[in-house]
Nanobody, 120 residues
Framework: QVQLVESGGGLVQPGGSLRLSCAASGIMFRINAMGWYRQGPGKQRELVADITRGGNTSYAVSVKGRFTLSRDNAKNTVYLQMNTLKPEDTAVYYC??????????????WGQGTQVTVSS
């Protein structure tokens, strides 16, 4: 079983910064892509950013230039640095990992979610 543990959410003023972390643990063959999704009040879950095992990143248009996603493969951890936060960034942020199991089956795993609130 694979677990994703998220940390770093909280309350921040507009223009502020937060850093989210997501660490994967458990028995697995490999982690391919990892990423962050978010779900705001009354909205559908959307992709914020993702990163391949080789470090290639992609971002939602709404966060490009403000958010930076990085990855430490040795620690099975991804970091989402969020700068110049806006009220519309308020959401529950979920970590996702595309895992190849020891049986060589591809599975998606999700974290429990961490609340980010941007408000004055």
């Amino acid at each position: 079983q694979v677990q994703l543990v998220e940390s770093g959410g909280g309350l921040v003023q507009p223009g502020g910064s937060l850093r989210l972390s997501c660490a994967a643990s458990g028995i697995m063959f490999r982690i391919n892509a990892m990423g962050w999704y978010r779900q705001g009040p009354g909205k559908q879950r959307e992709l914020v950013a993702d990163i391949t095992r080789g470090g290639n990143t992609s971002y939602a248009v709404s966060v490009k230039g403000r958010f930076t996603l990085s990855r430490d493969n040795a620690k099975n951890t991804v970091y989402l640095q969020m700068n110049t936060l806006k009220p519309e960034d308020t959401a529950v942020y979920y970590c996702n990992a595309e895992v190849i199991t020891t049986s060589f089956v591809r599975r998606d795993y999700w974290g429990q979610g961490t609340q980010v609130t941007v408000s004055s």
